[in-house]
């Protein structure tokens, strides 16, 4: 039940990218949600030792689940979560709120932040910049890391 109320949640903020890490064959790559990966890791250590996992009446929140994989990973009980994919601004660009909505303000070119989704026409990415928070840029005005698999990125 637990699971299930976290990954409904986790849906409707627009950061569920449809699969969840346990249920792929390959590891994470850099095209999943780094955050949802990590608490599903911890919500399946814990599945498979009850003994271990702690006994809360409400159940796990994000913040739980984040403590959780930190004392996990650095046990070594579970792997690394790789990180996000990242993106660099290649010209002074706008971060928008929003498809279609209004400017948070401007990035500096060599800004780099994390790529978490995109639009349906690849002109859109949904990137989340350290000290200035979510938004989205313009596909022409950012460089993605090499490795990306842009059609992994999921559709916000």
Known sequence: MQRLLFILLTGLCGVLNGLAPAERETPADCSENPYYAEA?????????????????????????????????????????????????????????????????????????????????????????IEGVGWGWVRAQDVALQPETEIDLIPIH
């Open 40 to 128: 599903n890791m911890a919500l399946d250590w814990y599945a498979q030792n009850p003994e271990s996992a702690p006994n809360y009446a409400q159940g796990y929140s994000h913040a739980v689940l984040d403590g959780a994989y930190d004392s996990l990973s650095a046990e070594g009980k579970v792997t690394p979560v790789p990180p996000a994919c990242t993106v660099t601004v290649l010209t002074t660009t706008p971060l928008y709120e929003y498809l279609g909505g209004t400017s948070k303000g401007d990035l500096a070119v060599g800004t780099v932040g994390q790529l978490y989704g995109r639009s349906e026409d690849y002109a859109w990415w949904n990137v989340l």
